[in-house]
């Protein structure tokens, strides 16, 4: 059984930084991308981030040079260290194997003073 746990949301100001955790279990983790997902209230969920088995990486233009995705196959993790975090980057954030669908639950961040 698949299991992505995310970890390291919580509230922080604007300028701040976060950073996120997401455990994977059930898989072979270095044989998959890995994608960082987020919803806002109201919004779509949109990507955030990715990574594939090769390490190269991809970014919303919302976040490019705020957000660094970055992957421990021998841990089996992904994390998503953010930095000059705004009010608008408020969301759930979700870890997901990129193209056989399967989620975590989620860790909620938000961005206010």
């Known amino acids: 059984q698949v299991q992505l746990v995310e970890s390291g949301g919580g509230l922080v100001q604007p300028g701040g930084s976060l950073r996120l955790s997401c455990a994977a279990s059930?898989?072979?983790?270095?044989?998959?991308?890995m994608d960082w997902y987020r919803q806002a209230p109201g919004n779509r969920r949109e990507m955030v981030a990715r990574i594939t088995t090769g390490e190269t990486t991809t970014y919303a233009d919302s976040v490019k040079g705020r957000f660094t995705i970055s992957r421990d196959n021998a841990k089996n993790t992904v994390s998503l260290q953010m930095n000059s975090l705004r009010p608008e980057d408020t969301a759930v954030y979700y870890c997901h194997v990129y193209g056989v669908g399967y989620w975590g639950k989620g860790t909620l961040v938000t961005v206010s003073s």
């Open positions: 059930g898989i072979s983790f270095s044989r998959y991308g």
